[in-house]
C-alpha cells in the first residue's frame, strides 16, 4: 500500500513536470499567446512588400522640452503653436517591444496597395491636399494633386506623401491582412502607425537634444533632407524661413535612406516627409506616463518629424504638429510599427 501511494505521487509530479515543460515550450513557441512582449520575430526583418523593420526594446525616456529649448525653436522659424504643443519635460515609459520601418513607406510600396485593392485615396475623393504652387512659393488645395500627382517629380524610392490618416492607416490594414495570409507573422500581430511615444523613442533613444545626433542643426546636411539651398525648379531660391547654406539637390523630397541613419539605424526620422502617428494629441504635464495613447473621440491627430520645407525649429524631436485625420499635404507621409495586439484609439 506505501509503495502505491509512493508511486502514485511519482507519476502525477511526472505528470505535472511534463505540463510545465510543455506550457513553456508553448509560450517560447508561440508568439505573443503567453507573454504580450515577446513577438518571436527576428531584430531585423524584410516583408513581403520589401519594407525592413528594426526592433525596437522596451525602455524609458523624456519628451517635452525645457522652457529654454522652448525659445530656442522659436529663434530657429519654429512655428509657435507647434511649441506650445511640446509641453513640459514629461518621464515616459514604454514596457513592450516594437518593430519599426527602417524609412518612411515609399511610392513604390504604396502603388503596391493601390492595385491591390484598387484603394482610392482621400484625394482622389476631392478632398484636396495642399500643394506647393510653384513660383509663388505658396500651398494651396488644387484639385486633381494626388500621391500619384504632386505636382512635381517623384521616383519609386521616395516618401509617398499627400496622404491622409485616413489614407495611411488603410495601408496598415492591408498591410496585416497581407502578411498574416502570407504567414510571415502571427494573427495576434499586427502593422499601424506607430504611437506617438513609440515614434519618438525611435527619433531620439534616450536624448534629450534638439535632434538625434545632438544640439547642433548643422549637421543636418549628414541626416535629413530640410529646407537647405537647392534652388527651385525655375531657378528662384526660398523667400522665408532659415534656410540651411548647402545644396543637397532635392529642392523636394529625396529618395529615402539617402542621407544618415540615426542611432538605431533609422532613415529620415527628421525631415523629408512629416509622419503620422497613430493617436490624438494629449498633453506633456510632467507626470509619469506608461505606453501613453490617446482615447479621446475629439481633437487632432500628431505628426512629427518635419518635412523638406523645414527649418531647424520645426524638425527637431520634440516637435508636434497637429491635424485633421483628413488633412494632406506633400509634406505628409508616414512609417509603420508591426507590434503585437495593442489598444488602438478610436478613429
Not at 519654429?78 to 514629461?90: L, P
Not at 504567414?183 to 495576434?188: A, F, L, P
Request: glycine share 8%.
Amino acid at each position: 500500500m506505501k509503495w502505491k501511494r509512493l508511486f502514485t505521487v511519482f507519476a502525477a509530479g511526472l505528470v505535472a513536470t511534463s505540463l510545465l515543460l510543455a506550457a513553456g515550450w508553448l509560450a517560447w513557441r508561440v508568439p505573443g499567446r503567453f507573454f504580450p512582449g515577446r513577438t518571436g520575430l527576428p531584430s531585423v526583418l524584410t516583408n513581403s512588400i520589401g519594407q525592413v523593420l528594426i526592433k525596437l526594446s522596451p525602455a524609458q525616456f523624456t519628451v517635452g522640452s525645457t522652457e529654454k529649448q522652448k525659445r530656442w525653436a522659436l529663434a530657429a522659424s519654429g512655428r509657435e503653436h507647434w511649441i506650445r504643443n511640446e509641453g513640459q519635460v514629461t518621464p515616459v515609459e514604454l514596457t513592450y517591444p516594437f518593430h519599426i520601418g527602417q524609412t518612411e513607406v515609399t511610392v513604390a510600396q504604396y502603388r503596391m496597395f493601390v492595385e491591390e485593392t484598387g484603394y482610392r485615396s482621400d484625394a482622389h475623393r476631392g478632398i484636396c491636399p495642399l500643394t506647393w504652387t510653384g513660383h509663388e512659393q505658396l500651398w494651396q488645395s488644387i484639385p486633381g494633386r494626388t500621391w500619384e500627382d504632386t505636382g512635381w517629380p517623384q521616383a519609386d524610392d521616395h516618401p509617398v506623401v499627400c496622404l491622409t490618416w485616413n489614407d495611411a492607416r488603410r495601408f496598415c490594414e492591408w498591410l496585416t491582412g497581407r502578411e498574416q495570409q502570407l504567414k510571415r507573422i502571427g494573427t495576434n500581430q499586427h502593422y499601424r502607425l506607430p504611437t506617438e511615444a513609440e515614434w519618438e523613442y525611435a527619433c531620439r533613444g534616450t536624448q534629450t537634444t534638439h535632434f538625434a545626433w545632438g544640439d547642433d542643426p548643422m549637421e543636418a546636411w549628414s541626416y535629413a533632407n530640410v529646407l537647405d539651398s537647392t534652388p527651385h525648379p525655375d531657378g528662384s531660391a526660398w523667400k522665408s524661413g532659415q534656410v540651411f547654406p548647402w545644396q543637397d539637390g532635392y529642392t523636394f523630397t529625396a529618395p529615402v535612406a539617402h542621407f544618415a541613419p540615426n542611432a538605431f539605424n533609422l532613415y529620415d526620422m527628421h525631415g523629408n516627409a512629416w509622419e503620422w502617428c497613430e493617436n490624438k494629441f494629449y498633453r506633456h504635464l510632467g507626470e509619469k506616463l506608461v505606453n501613453p495613447i490617446s482615447g479621446a473621440p475629439w481633437g487632432k491627430h500628431i505628426l512629427h518629424g518635419g518635412s523638406w520645407d523645414n527649418s531647424a525649429g520645426s524638425f527637431r524631436c520634440a516637435t508636434r504638429r497637429t491635424a485633421r485625420k483628413d488633412f494632406a499635404s506633400d509634406t505628409t507621409g508616414f512609417r509603420v510599427v508591426l507590434v503585437n495586439q495593442f489598444p488602438a484609439p478610436p478613429d
